[in-house]
């Protein structure tokens, strides 16, 4: 996946942008090293949200944002067994999604503090 985003950033011919192999939970980072931090659908293959959230708070220039696009659990005991069930049959390194308030309390343990969160629902047809 490197590669390919590697590739693409070439043929944009974007200088500015650097590819790193890590964990969220450690990110190879120093502190205060960005003024946005984004994620696009890694958060529910996380093993430890709360130390991810806690590093992404370390990397953070003061001020800085984090930008998190995920799959969230819709809140309702049923449909979030189904949902689970169904990302772990399609894809094995899949963890856990989470609903929105465990979204906020893990982000204010982390001490991220939480301006917007939007909701889109994707329905079929």
């Known amino acids: 996946m490197l590669e ?3 590739g693409a ?3 944009r011919h974007l200088s500015n942008i650097i590819f790193r ?3 969220a939970e450690k990110l190879p980072f120093e502190d205060a090293s960005f003024e946005v931090v ?3 659908y890694s958060a529910h293959h996380w093993y430890d949200v709360g ?3 806690r590093e992404v708070n370390r ?3 003061p ?3 984090l930008i998190m696009m995920d799959i969230m659990l819709p809140g309702h005991p049923v449909r979030d067994i189904w949902l689970q069930t169904v990302e772990a049959l399609r894809d094995t390194s899949h963890v856990r999604n989470y609903s929105s308030g465990e979204w906020l309390a893990m982000a204010n343990k982390a001490l991220l503090v939480t301006n917007t969160i939007y909701c889109w629902s994707f329905t079929h047809g």
């Open 21 to 23: 192999h890590g964990y």
């Open 63 to 65: 001020g800085g944002a």
């Open 38 to 40: 984004i994620n696009r």
């Open 9 to 11: 950033a070439e043929e």
């Open 51 to 53: 130390q991810a959230l």
């Open 4 to 6: 390919v985003a590697a």
């Open 59 to 61: 990397v953070l220039k």
